[in-house]
C-alpha cells in the first residue's frame, strides 16, 4: 500500500514539473485535482501502454526505441482527455516533451525514494 502511494506521488509531482517546464502543458491548481490526473495517468500506464506497447513493437523495433517517446506522449493525451479540465495539452509536441520531462521526474524520484539501497 506505500509504494502505490510512493508512486502515485511520484506521478503527481513528475506531473506538476513538467506543466510548470512545458508550455502547452496546463494542470488544475487544487491538490486534489493533481491526484487525480496522477492515479489516471499511472492507471493508464498500467493498462493500456503495455497493449500499445506490443502492437507497435515491430515500429519500436525499427525505431531502435525512440517510438517510445510517441507511445509516452499519446498515454499523456489520453490521459488529458481523460481527466477533462484536470489536465490539458494544447498538443502533440507539448505532450511528447511533457512525457521526457515526466519520465526523467519519475525516474530520478523513483531512484531517491528507493528502499533497495
Known amino acids: 500500500m506505500t509504494n502505490l502511494i510512493?508512486?502515485?506521488?511520484?506521478n503527481a509531482v513528475a506531473?506538476?514539473?513538467a506543466a510548470y517546464l512545458v508550455p502547452g502543458i496546463e494542470i488544475t491548481e487544487n491538490a486534489g485535482g493533481l491526484l487525480l490526473v496522477a492515479i489516471?495517468?499511472?492507471?493508464?500506464?498500467?493498462l493500456i501502454k503495455p497493449v500499445v506497447s506490443i502492437l507497435t513493437c515491430p515500429i519500436?523495433?525499427?525505431t531502435l526505441g525512440l517510438f517510445t517517446l510517441?507511445?509516452?506522449?499519446?498515454?499523456l493525451m489520453l490521459t488529458a482527455?481523460?481527466?477533462d479540465g484536470q489536465l490539458s495539452t494544447t498538443g502533440f509536441?507539448?505532450?511528447l516533451l511533457g512525457g521526457i520531462v515526466i519520465s526523467i521526474v519519475s525516474l530520478v524520484?523513483?531512484?531517491?525514494?528507493?528502499?533497495n539501497r
Open 40 to 46: 489516471v495517468f499511472g492507471l493508464v500506464n498500467a
Open 6 to 10: 510512493i508512486r502515485i506521488v511520484i
Open 81 to 83: 482527455w481523460l481527466t
Open 93 to 95: 509536441w507539448p505532450a
Open 109 to 115: 524520484l523513483s531512484l531517491v525514494l528507493s528502499d
Open 70 to 75: 510517441v507511445i509516452n506522449a499519446l498515454m
Open 15 to 17: 506531473l506538476f514539473v
Open 60 to 62: 519500436n523495433v525499427l
